[in-house]
C-alpha cells in the first residue's frame, strides 16, 4: 500500500495535480563542494597519487566496468543533495549505474545505513556525451536530517559510481589532496556496499563528480576559491583540510554555523589567459585557462555569493611568459563577466604570494617576480575587485622577498619545499588574515 501511494504522489505531481511538501517548494540549493575539471587522466598535477597503472592500467580505456568511491567533505549539509556528472574532457559516451552517497566511516567504509541511491530524471542510470554534463535528482540524506548538527561539520561524503563498460579519457580533477578508492577493473558495480572490501585500490583524485549541492532552506552564501595550484593546496597536507579556502571556511562557519559555504575552484598549474587551445586531444597540465573555465566552475556553481581570484603565477612562469597588460586585461575580462553572470556578486582580488628563489625551473627568476609585483599593485590599486585580500603580506620575507622560512618546507610527504607552494603554516598565515567583512559583509 506505501509503494503504491508513493507512485501516485510521484504522477500526480508530475501532472502538476498535487502540490510538493512546503519544505520542497522552499528549498533553494547552495553548492557544497566543487572539484573544477581538467583532463583528460592522466594529464594534470596530482599530489601523492598512488600507482595508478592496477585501478587504470591503460589511460585510453580510462575506468573499465568498476567502481569508484570518491571522497568529498561538502562544507555545508542538507537533507538532500544533488551531484553534477562531468564528462567534459571524454571523448566517449560516459555511461553510469549504481551511484550512491553515504557519509564515510573511514578509509573505503561507510557508516552503516547512511548508503542511498541516486537516481538521473528518475533513473538509476544516465549517459553523459562527450563535453557534457549532467545533474542528478534530489538523493535524502537521511543522516542529515538536522543539518545543523555541530557533529556534521567535517564529516566527508562517499560518492560511489559504477562505470558501465569503458569510460574512455577521464574527466577528472587531479590534485585532490585527499585519498578515494577504486575497484579492480571488470569487477562490476559495487556502489551500494558499505564495506570497503571491493575497494583495493587508492587515488588521490576525483574523476567525473565535479560539483555537490545541498539543499538550503536559509541564505546560504557560497564563497568560491577560484585559482591555481595555491588554492588547490599543493603542499599542504593529505586529507588534513588545511588549504587556505578550509582555514577560512572554519572561520566562516564559527561566525555562521551551517549558513555559510567555501568551495574550492583551484586547478594545480592554473592559468589566467593560458594555454590559447585545450581539450581532450590536446590537453596542458594546469588545466583550461581561468576564461575558459569560468562559467563551468565558477558562474555554473549554486548561490555563489562571493569570488576570492588567487591566480597569475603560472601566466609569468617559463610555461606561460605573458605579458602583465594580457593578465590584467585578462582579469578585468573575468570580473566583468563574473558580474554579468551573478548578479551582486562580490569579486575580491588576492595578491601573488613569492616565488622568489624556488627550485622550480619554471618558477622564480627575476622576470616573473617583477610581473608579479606588477599585477599586486593592478590588484590594489586599479580599483576593478571589490576588495582585496593580501596574501602577499600575509607570507613574504621582507628580508629575501621570498617565502617565510617557516613556510617553506612542504607539509604532503615531509619534503624541504620548492619555495614556491606555502606548506600547512603558510595556508593557515593565509587564511587567518582574510578580512570576514570583506569577503561577506555582515558576517
Known amino acids: 500500500m506505501r509503494h503504491w501511494r508513493e507512485a501516485a504522489a510521484a504522477a500526480l505531481c508530475l501532472a502538476?495535480?498535487?502540490?510538493?511538501?512546503?519544505?520542497?517548494?522552499?528549498?533553494?540549493?547552495?553548492?557544497?563542494?566543487?572539484?573544477?575539471?581538467?583532463?583528460?587522466?592522466?594529464?594534470?598535477?596530482?599530489?601523492?597519487?598512488?600507482?595508478?597503472?592496477?585501478?587504470?592500467?591503460?589511460?585510453?580505456?580510462?575506468?573499465?566496468?568498476?567502481?569508484?568511491?570518491?571522497?568529498?567533505?561538502?562544507?555545508?549539509?542538507?537533507?538532500?543533495?544533488?551531484?553534477?556528472?562531468?564528462?567534459?574532457?571524454?571523448?566517449?559516451?560516459?555511461?553510469?549505474?549504481?551511484?550512491?552517497?553515504?557519509?564515510q566511516l573511514g578509509g573505503g567504509a561507510l557508516v552503516p545505513g547512511t548508503n542511498r541511491p541516486v537516481?538521473?530524471?528518475?533513473?538509476?542510470?544516465?549517459?553523459?556525451?562527450?563535453?557534457g554534463e549532467a545533474w542528478s535528482d534530489p538523493v535524502a540524506l537521511p543522516f542529515a536530517a538536522d543539518p545543523d548538527a555541530a557533529l556534521l561539520a567535517g564529516r566527508k561524503l562517499a560518492v560511489s559510481l559504477h562505470v558501465v563498460g569503458a569510460s574512455g579519457p577521464m574527466t577528472w580533477h587531479a590534485k585532490a589532496l585527499q585519498t578515494s578508492y577504486a575497484t579492480a577493473p571488470g569487477a562490476g558495480g559495487h556502489g551500494a556496499d558499505e564495506d570497503e572490501a571491493a575497494f583495493p585500490y587508492s587515488t588521490a583524485s576525483w574523476f567525473f563528480v565535479d560539483a555537490v549541492d545541498m539543499a538550503v532552506s536559509a541564505p546560504t552564501p557560497v564563497v568560491v576559491a577560484f585559482g591555481d595550484s595555491i588554492t588547490d593546496g599543493t603542499a599542504s597536507t593529505m586529507n588534513g583540510d588545511d588549504r587556505w579556502p578550509d582555514v577560512l571556511s572554519r572561520r566562516l562557519h564559527a561566525k555562521a554555523g551551517n549558513r555559510v559555504a567555501v568551495v574550492n575552484a583551484g586547478i594545480g598549474g592554473n592559468q589566467v589567459v593560458g594555454p590559447a587551445e585545450y581539450g581532450p586531444r590536446k590537453p596542458f597540465p594546469g588545466g583550461?585557462?581561468?576564461?575558459?573555465?569560468?562559467?563551468?566552475?565558477?558562474?555554473?556553481?549554486?548561490?555563489?555569493?562571493?569570488?576570492?581570484?588567487?591566480?597569475?603565477?603560472?601566466?609569468?612562469?617559463?610555461?606561460?611568459?605573458?605579458?602583465?597588460?594580457?593578465?590584467?586585461?585578462?582579469?578585468?575580462?573575468?570580473?566583468?563577466?563574473?558580474?554579468?553572470?551573478?548578479?551582486?556578486?562580490?569579486?575580491?582580488?588576492?595578491?601573488?604570494?613569492?616565488?622568489?628563489?624556488?627550485?622550480?625551473?619554471?618558477?622564480?627568476?627575476?622576470?616573473?617576480?617583477?610581473?608579479?609585483?606588477?599585477?599586486?599593485?593592478?590588484?590594489?590599486?586599479?580599483?576593478?575587485?571589490?576588495?582585496?585580500?593580501?596574501?602577499?603580506?600575509?607570507?613574504?620575507?621582507?628580508?629575501?622577498?621570498?617565502?617565510?622560512?617557516?613556510?617553506?618546507?612542504?607539509?604532503?610527504?615531509?619534503?624541504?619545499?620548492?619555495?614556491?607552494?606555502?606548506?600547512?603554516?603558510?595556508?593557515?598565515?593565509?587564511?587567518?588574515?582574510?578580512?570576514?567583512?570583506?569577503?561577506?559583509?555582515?558576517?
Do not use: C
Open 288 to 443: 583550461p585557462s581561468a576564461l575558459a573555465r569560468l562559467d563551468r566552475d565558477v558562474i555554473g556553481l549554486s548561490g555563489v555569493a562571493s569570488v576570492i581570484w588567487l591566480e597569475g603565477t603560472n601566466d609569468f612562469s617559463r610555461n606561460g611568459e605573458a605579458a602583465l597588460e594580457a593578465v590584467q586585461a585578462g582579469m578585468r575580462e573575468g570580473v566583468a563577466r563574473l558580474r554579468a553572470g551573478i548578479p551582486g556578486v562580490r569579486v575580491i582580488g588576492a595578491t601573488l604570494t613569492s616565488a622568489k628563489g624556488s627550485s622550480s625551473p619554471a618558477h622564480g627568476h627575476p622576470e616573473q617576480d617583477e610581473k608579479r609585483r606588477g599585477l599586486n599593485a593592478f590588484i590594489r590599486e586599479s580599483g576593478v575587485f571589490d576588495g582585496v585580500v593580501d596574501f602577499d603580506a600575509a607570507t613574504l620575507d621582507p628580508s629575501t622577498g621570498g617565502l617565510r622560512p617557516e613556510m617553506v618546507p612542504e607539509s604532503t610527504t615531509g619534503g624541504k619545499g620548492d619555495r614556491l607552494h606555502p606548506n600547512r603554516a603558510g595556508y593557515v598565515a593565509m587564511g587567518s588574515g582574510i578580512d570576514l567583512g570583506v569577503v561577506l559583509p555582515g558576517r
Open 119 to 131: 537516481l538521473f530524471s528518475g533513473r538509476d542510470r544516465v549517459t553523459v556525451p562527450p563535453g
Open 16 to 103: 502538476g495535480l498535487w502540490a510538493a511538501p512546503a519544505e520542497a517548494q522552499d528549498r533553494r540549493w547552495a553548492t557544497a563542494w566543487a572539484g573544477s575539471v581538467q583532463g583528460p587522466y592522466p594529464v594534470g598535477n596530482p599530489s601523492a597519487q598512488p600507482d595508478q597503472s592496477f585501478a587504470f592500467p591503460d589511460p585510453a580505456e580510462g575506468a573499465r566496468d568498476q567502481t569508484l568511491r570518491l571522497v568529498l567533505r561538502p562544507d555545508v549539509w542538507g537533507r538532500e543533495a544533488r551531484l553534477r556528472i562531468s564528462n567534459a574532457f571524454g571523448t566517449r559516451l560516459l555511461t553510469l549505474d549504481g551511484v550512491h552517497a553515504g557519509l
